[in-house]
């Protein structure tokens, strides 16, 4: 089993900063690929940004240049941080990974989610 635990989720007013966090955990043989993505209220699901399995990163058009995804490969954990936020930012925040168990089978892991709020 794989657990991904997630924090740093709040309320902020437009323009400000929050950063999240996401801790990885479990049968990790190695972690193939780990970023996050968004779900606003009846929308679907998007990515908003990740590290790829070549270990470069994307994002999505809406948050470039204003988000930033880091890592920290000793402690399986992705930051999230989030500057100059808009209310349009506003979503529930998922982690996700792709990783290789020690059973060295393939398996996709998925956070509980975050709420973010960007409003006045």
């Known amino acids: 089993q794989v657990q991904l635990v997630e924090s740093g989720g709040g309320l902020v007013q437009p323009g400000g900063s929050l950063r999240l966090s996401c801790a990885a955990s479990?049968?990790?043989?190695?972690?193939?690929?780990m970023g996050w993505y968004r779900q606003a209220p009846g929308k679907q699901r998007e990515l908003v940004a990740a590290?790829?399995?070549?270990?470069?990163?994307v994002y999505a058009d809406s948050v470039k240049g204003r988000f930033t995804i880091s890592r920290d490969n000793a402690k399986n954990t992705v930051y999230l941080q989030m500057n100059s936020l808009k209310p349009e930012d506003t979503a529930v925040y998922y982690c996700?990974?792709?990783?290789?168990?020690?059973?060295?089978?393939?398996?996709?892991?998925w956070g509980q989610g975050t709420a973010v709020t960007a409003s006045s």
């Open positions: 479990g049968s990790i043989f190695r972690i193939n690929s």
């Open positions: 590290f790829t399995r070549t270990g470069s990163t």
């Open positions: 996700n990974a792709q990783v290789t168990t020690t059973r060295l089978t393939p398996l996709e892991a």
